[in-house]
């Protein structure tokens, strides 16, 4: 069982920037895929980045790569997203997630996923 608490999300102006944090329970970290997703009111939950095991690869959606950073701390069992140049449509809900590293190589879809973070709200003013 892994346990997820976000934390880092906040109110800020267009072209701003905020670390989102994402702290994990367990001693087996090192053995999960790591994703952040994010849910807009009214939309599915969609895809924003993910990270392997070791930190070596990391996977982002079109509409935040060049923007957005991930990376992962195994000694401290924390995943963490820098967010730049955050636009107003980048407001949403933003949710840590866990998959097995043995679980194969989609790191893209939410049913993937096992385990959840409670989330952390990110809103963009323009």
């Known amino acids: 069982q892994v346990q997820l608490v976000e934390s880092g999300g906040g109110l800020v102006q267009a072209g701003g920037s905020l670390r989102l944090s994402c702290a994990a329970s367990g001693p087996t970290f090192r053995n999960y895929v790591m994703g952040w997703f994010r849910q807009a009111p009214g939309k599915e939950r969609e895809f924003v980045a993910a990270i392997n095991w070791s930190g070596s690869r990391t996977y982002y959606s079109d509409s935040v790569k060049g923007r957005f950073t991930i990376s992962r701390d195994n000694a401290k069992n924390t995943v963490y997203l820098q967010m730049n140049s955050l636009k107003p449509e980048d407001t949403a809900v933003y949710y840590c997630?866990?998959?097995?590293?043995?679980?194969?190589?989609?790191?893209?879809?939410?049913?993937?996923?096992?385990?959840w973070g409670q989330g952390t709200q990110v809103t963009v003013s323009s």
């Open positions: 997630a866990a998959k097995s590293s043995v679980k194969g190589s989609d790191y893209y879809t939410v049913d993937e996923y096992t385990y």
